[in-house]
Each structure stands twice: as C-alpha cells, then as structure tokens.
C-alpha cells in the first residue's frame, strides 16, 4: 500500500489527558482497547498523527512494550498505519472495519491474532478437501483465472492482494459448503489487512503464486488428500510470513518523529 503524504490531521491536542492509566503493567490487550474505545467514541479522527510511543506510555501507565504491542495488532488489523520516520496515523475508512475487528475479538493481540490464524488454517484446509472433491471443470476455470491475475499483478500489490483474497474464495465457493463460505466471506477484509501486512517482507509474492499453484493443480487433479496437504502447507508458510511482519522493527520506527 503506497503510504499518503504527511499532511495529516496532527496529533489531537490533549489526548495524552483523555487516557487514563491501564489496570495492569505490560497489558497489549489493554491499551489496544482502551485506544478503540476511543476511536468508537469519535475523540481520535481519521487521519490523525497519534502521540508518540513514549508520550502514549506516559499516558497510560504502561511500559513502552505494551503501547507497542498495542500498535502492531492495530497495524495488523489496518486501523492505524505505521510509518516509519513519521508516526502512527489513524487510517481513512477505519469506522467501517472496527465493528468487524470488534467483533472478531482482534484487538486483544497478538495471541489472540494467532488463534485466527489457526482456525483460518484448518477452515482453509476443509475448504480446498472439499473443492477438490467437487470441483467442475467451470470452478477449475475460475481458479486459474485469478492464479493468472496475481501472476500478471507484478508490482501492483493492490491487484495481487485481490487476486489472492478471491483464490481463496473462490476455492471456498467450489468447495460448496454455504457456511464455510460465508464463514471465510465475513474475515475477507481481515484477509486484505493480513496481505497488505505480509506482502512487503522478502519471498511473499513467488512463495505465494507457488504454493497457489500447488492448490490449484491439487484441486484440479481431484486429489483430495494432495489438495488439503498443499493448503495446509500453504497456511503454515502465510503465518510463518505474518509472523516475520509482526515481528518487525516496523512499530519502533513509529515514535521517530515525535520524540
């Protein structure tokens, strides 16, 4: 995603005062809460330049740790962006996600990020056992269509990610279990979020195409063993990437501009 210029709303005046100290030391789950409720509430707007790390800290009565634990899920999540040298900004459109990411129990960290990670693997999985078992010449069709479009994505990050997301739809429309669908339907733009996070660290988009297509000609084998194993395989190298990108020194480069 390529970065907005900085002429952003600025850090809201008083801010720092409207947080009060979280209940325990080091709780990521805590200040990442306690920075929605104030989203929802309309005190931070869009586009706004978050407190630094250390001013949010102070703020909050927590080790710099726990602010940044907290920011990296929000980054995760695409409520807030990152940008190193620059900030921590409140992304455009972040009144239409919440509710989702709410909803999803995301904003608990990391841990809990990694449980979704986990279902996600397993439904994943199911989904391309059941495609591959009733799979029609037509779904086949459709699958490679979207492997192609990533493939023809080159450097537009924007295009692979959505070529990617609808793969994995795709698969799950094939699979033709209307509740595992829906299911993998209604965490579609935690799935962006997830790609926008991952798609910068090194190897992601040739690993990504290659185990795609491994999926693919899986599926289109009719080999439900082979086709469950390839997703599978794929899911744990995704979370191995979306791992790396939480890891990152990203969140630190943060509190660089406001000191």
């Known amino acids: 995603m390529t970065s907005q210029p900085d002429q952003q709303i600025p850090a809201t005046p008083g801010l720092e005062q409207l947080l009060r100290p979280v209940v325990r030391e080091s ?31 102070e703020a909050l009565g927590v080790a710099r ?5 907290a920011l990296s899920a929000l980054d995760v999540l695409g409520i807030i962006e990152i940008r190193p040298g620059s900030g921590s900004y409140v992304r455009e459109g972040t009144s239409e996600f919440l509710p989702r990411a709410i909803n ?8 809990r990020t990694q449980d979704l990670v986990e279902v996600r693997t397993h439904m994943e999985a199911i989904s391309a056992r059941l495609a591959a078992e009733r799979a029609t010449p037509e779904g086949v069709a459709r699958l490679t269509e979207h492997l192609a479009h990533m493939r023809e994505a080159g450097e537009d990050r924007r295009a692979f990610i959505d070529a ?10 094939i699979a033709g279990n209307s509740v595992l669908s829906d299911i993998l339907y209604s ?12 798609s910068d660290i090194e190897g992601t988009i040739s690993g990504t195409l290659c185990e795609h297509d491994s999926v693919l000609r899986a599926i289109a084998d009719g080999d439900p063993d082979r086709a469950e194993r390839a997703m599978a395989d794929h899911m744990t190298m995704a979370s191995e990437r979306l791992r790396a990108a939480m890891a990152s020194p990203a969140a630190e480069a943060g509190d660089a501009s406001a000191g």
Request: net charge positive; hydrophobic share 45%.
């Open 187 to 198: 965490i579609r733009a935690l799935l962006q979020v997830w790609m926008e996070r991952v």
């Open 104 to 111: 999803w129990g995301l904003m608990l960290g990391q841990p």
């Open 65 to 69: 740790s726990s602010v940044r634990g």
């Open 164 to 173: 990617d997301i609808a793969f994995h739809l795709e698969t799950a429309r």
């Open 27 to 57: 709780s990521v789950s805590e200040v990442a809460k306690r920075l929605l409720d104030h989203l929802s509430a309309g005190d931070i707007r869009p586009g706004t330049r978050l407190p630094a790390e250390r001013q949010l800290a």
